[in-house]
């Protein structure tokens, strides 16, 4: 059974950075796509991030995150992060990973494994 752990949230000020980490168990991911999403309340679900766990690494941002956030990987640990720098208040969400098998699928779209979030608070 696949299982995905998120860790690393909490309250941050405006500015400062957080770094994310998701923790992949219960199969081989190496065939997969990992991703982060977002949501906070009143508003719908936001792909922020995606990455490739298999050969090239290919990345994927929401505009509203790029250049601020960074998504990585650790392919032996089947960890994924999200290095979260020069947040904002509007930044504050729940954030979860999530994770789906390779395919012709949009990198946002069609995710079919998610984890149970952490929660992100950035003050001003």
């Known amino acids: 059974q696949v299982q995905l752990v998120e860790s690393g949230g909490g309250l941050v000020q405006a500015g400062g950075s957080l770094r994310l980490s998701c923790a992949a168990s219960g199969g081989t991911f190496s065939g997969y796509t990992m991703g982060w999403f977002r949501q906070a309340p009143g508003k719908e679900r936001e792909a922020v991030a995606a990455?490739?766990?298999?050969?090239?690494?290919?990345?994927y941002y929401a505009d509203s995150v790029k250049g601020r956030f960074t998504i990585s990987r650790d392919n032996a640990k089947n960890t994924v992060y999200l290095q979260m720098n020069s947040l904002k208040p509007e930044d504050t969400a729940n954030y979860y990973c999530a994770a789906k098998w390779r395919g012709g699928n949009s990198w946002y779209a069609n995710y079919n494994y998610w984890g149970q979030g952490t929660q992100v608070t950035v003050s001003s």
């Open positions: 990455i490739s766990m298999w050969s090239g690494g290919s990345t």
